[in-house]
Every structure is written in structure tokens, then in C-alpha cells.
């Protein structure tokens, strides 16, 4: 199944909370590719009565539910951004509300931890998917993996060079699970990282 979002363009199975198969929705009664309303944003719903709940494509597209994502630049719900964590930078002052809008219209993205969706060129970037060490090397363009893993890594670079064995001079697995993202106006790829 291919479910693609302004602002997702990985897997669906990177999709957070969409469940197997298609669903009834519990808010139009359409049978298609769902989300679990449990931690939704949904006004329809009283939280309480939200497990068990589904609501299609079509529907979170539309916002009659929507999610709330941790960013760089604060948490974004349906009160707009919020700066709650230290990691969190100052949201640039002329940051559009379209994007907010359709960021909360987008589904998360399954992580270890908690997802943070980063920005460039004053919007949220495209999520890609996730990337292991080979995907680094394939996507340099010197074939130098190590080199844009740093370009693309702001924090926490530690992460390559703990995760090459003594001795060796190729990285070929890690413990952890990267997070790719593409500026939509530039193309700059970022990213960041986690486990369990």
C-alpha cells in the first residue's frame, strides 16, 4: 500500500498507529486504510472513548482528526507550537500556519523512542523513511558514508565512529534507527537517530 503525505514519504509501515488492512472509519463509515484514533487529536471523540476507533485517509487528510508531533522547533498540536523540550529551537517568527496545519494532518513516524520532525528553509521537512549505515555510503556522492552522516547529523554524531569495530574502516550495521528527512525547497537531507 502506498499512502503518501505532503510531508511523509516513506513506507507505510513507518506509519505510526495505521492498522493492517482496510477499516471502517468510525468518523464517515468509509472502508479504506486507517489510523487508530487512540492518540489522536479528534474533537469528535472524547479521549476516553477513543480506543477502538478508526479514522480513514480521507478523513485525517481532511481534518477531522489529526496528530500532534514533536519538532525542532517545539511540539505541535492543535494549540500550535509549543516549546517544551531543551532541543527545542525558537520557531522563526514568520513560520507558516499552512504547515502547521498539514503537519498535524500527516501520521507520525514509528520510533524508538519519540519522533522529532525537523525543519529547513522555514518548513518541515519530508520524512523519507529510515536509513542504515549502507544507505550512507549509496546516497554520498564520494561514496564516503562517514562524511554525510556528519552533513546530515547536527546532534549526537557520536554514533558512527562508537558504532565502527576496532580495526575496521567501513561501518556496516549500528544499533540504532536513523531517521531520514528532505528539505522540500532545497533538498538538503537531515536526519536524526535512536534506540531502544
Known sequence: MRLTFSYFQGPAEDMAGLVEGE??????????ACFELDFAICT???????????GCVNCLKSGRFEFWHDTDIGVLDENG??????????PPP????????ELRRTPQFVTWQQELWLTHCNDFMMYQGTWDPKDFYRHSPSGYGRALFYEMTDEWQNLWDESLPEGETKLIEWHATYYVFKCRHCGALKGNWDCD
Open 23 to 32: 477499516r471502517k472509519c468510525s468518523l464517515c463509515g468509509r472502508t479504506d
Open 44 to 54: 469528535e471523540f472524547e479521549d476516553k472513548d477513543k480506543e477502538g476507533k478508526f
Open 81 to 90: 507550537l509549543t516549546k517544551v523540550y531543551n532541543h527545542s529551537q525558537i
Open 94 to 101: 514568520d513560520f507558516h500556519e499552512s504547515a502547521m496545519t
